[in-house]
Nanobody
Framework: QVQLVESGGGLVQAGGSLRLSCAASRRTFGGYAMGWFRQAPGKEREFVAAIDWSGGSTVYEDSVKGRFTISRDNAKNTLYLQMNSLKTEDTDVYYC???????????????????WGQGTQVTVSS
């Protein structure tokens, strides 16, 4: 079992930056592909970014390309999402997730992920 705990959310003005962190409970974190998703009330949880087990391969949802950067530190069992040039439409609850499959590639679909954090709220004001 992998437990994931997100942090770093908060209130920021449009154009500002935030860095989300996701701390994992198991050392095998280093072998799993990881991802970030976001969800607004009443809407589907949507893909934001994903990274392979090594950190060498990343994929992004089109609306965040060039603004968000996903990264990981396997020595610290931590996943990150650096969010720059934030827009009001980025306001959501952000979730980190782990695939649970060793040595996997980045995945865009929710069904590929077996472990989820509790979420952290990001609010971007105009």
């Amino acid at each position: 079992q992998v437990q994931l705990v997100e942090s770093g959310g908060g209130l920021v003005q449009a154009g500002g930056s935030l860095r989300l962190s996701c701390a994992a409970s198991r050392r095998t974190f280093g072998g799993y592909a990881m991802g970030w998703f976001r969800q607004a009330p009443g809407k589907e949880r949507e893909f934001v970014a994903a990274i392979d087990w090594s950190g060498g391969s990343t994929v992004y949802e089109d609306s965040v390309k060039g603004r968000f950067t996903i990264s990981r530190d396997n020595a610290k069992n931590t996943l990150y999402l650096q969010m720059n040039s934030l827009k009001t439409e980025d306001t959501d609850v952000y979730y980190c997730a782990a695939t649970g499959n060793l040595w996997g590639t980045p995945a865009r679909t929710r069904g590929a992920y077996h472990y989820w954090g509790q979420g952290t709220q990001v609010t971007v004001s105009s």
